[in-house]
């Protein structure tokens, strides 16, 4: 499951550097695809993450905020980027700043999070956290 939130990290972050370099060339449309795609994805991987590794990780006090805080990035991250206007010098410079940052929101959980989770969770929470993985991706498999 870890090996699938990872590749989602990285389908995100791929799409989000493709719709700069489409924003540089001038290419607005395929920026805005690649937004539309990056909102997607996002929505299916924190739904997974959410519903799943987080749900049973913040119950431990030592992991809640740092889960909180998670969740408040995802959360701002989502009303972002459905409301940018990528015509718009503000909001092209405003995705830039979004996909830095979403950058340093994934070592938050590829550094931090996950690597913890291999060692606090029970069996009965992988359980959990994969079930809510396979809810959140009905039409694929962990690999």
Do not use: C
């Not at 718009?88 to 999070?113: F, M, Q, S």
């Amino acid at each position: 499951m870890i090996k699938e939130f990872i590749a989602e990290h990285e389908r995100v972050t791929d799409a989000a550097g493709d719709a700069v370099r489409a924003l540089e060339r001038g290419d607005t449309a395929t920026a805005r695809e690649l937004v539309v795609l990056m909102s997607r994805e996002l929505a299916t991987h924190w739904r997974g993450e959410e519903d799943g590794l987080f749900a049973v990780m913040r119950d431990d006090p030592e992991y809640t905020d740092y889960i909180d805080a998670l969740v408040a990035e995802h959360r701002e991250l989502a009303v972002l980027l459905p409301a940018l206007d990528l015509a718009d010098p503000t909001d092209v410079r405003r995705l830039r700043e979004a996909a830095d940052e979403l950058h340093r929101h994934i070592a938050k959980e590829e550094d931090g999070l996950f690597p913890a989770s291999l060692t606090a969770l029970s069996g009965d929470e992988w359980n959990a956290s994969m079930a809510a993985w396979r809810a959140a991706h009905p039409q694929e498999s962990l690999g």
